[in-house]
């Protein structure tokens, strides 16, 4: 199972990076990807970043938002800066697959997902 850190609460404008691990299991072969959901909204995928390292960010957050994956720790992380108001939502990490893009986002195993709450 998948497992997310690093939410909270944050002043709009501040930073946090979100982290994901999987304890009992290697990633370094899967595609691996962050989403999120705000109450009321469809699930959004943000970002992911492929078994060979290549990155997908969504635009709408790609001037602020990175992801990262350490494959020795069997972990990846999404740094987010200057967050807003309306990046607050519960954020999930992702696995699957080996590529991915804008199209094809991992969707297989999922961690329970964490919240992120940016105060106005």
């Known amino acids: 199972h998948l497992v997310e850190s690093g939410g909270g609460l944050v002043q709009s404008g501040g930073s946090l990076r979100l982290s994901c691990t999987a304890p009992e299991s290697s990633l370094v072969s899967y595609a691996l990807g962050w989403y999120r959901q705000a109450p009321g909204k469809q699930r959004e995928g943000l970002a992911c970043i492929g078994a060979d390292g290549t990155t997908y960010v969504a635009d709408s957050v790609k001037d602020r938002f990175t992801i990262s994956r350490d494959n020795a720790a069997s972990a990846w992380y999404f740094q987010m800066n200057s967050l807003k108001f309306e990046d607050s939502a519960v954020y999930y990490c992702?696995?699957?697959?080996?590529?991915?893009?804008?199209?094809?986002?991992?969707?297989?195993?999922w961690g329970r997902g964490i919240q992120v709450s940016v105060s106005a």
């Open positions: 992702a696995a699957g697959g080996i590529w991915c893009s804008a199209e094809v986002l991992p969707e297989d195993f």
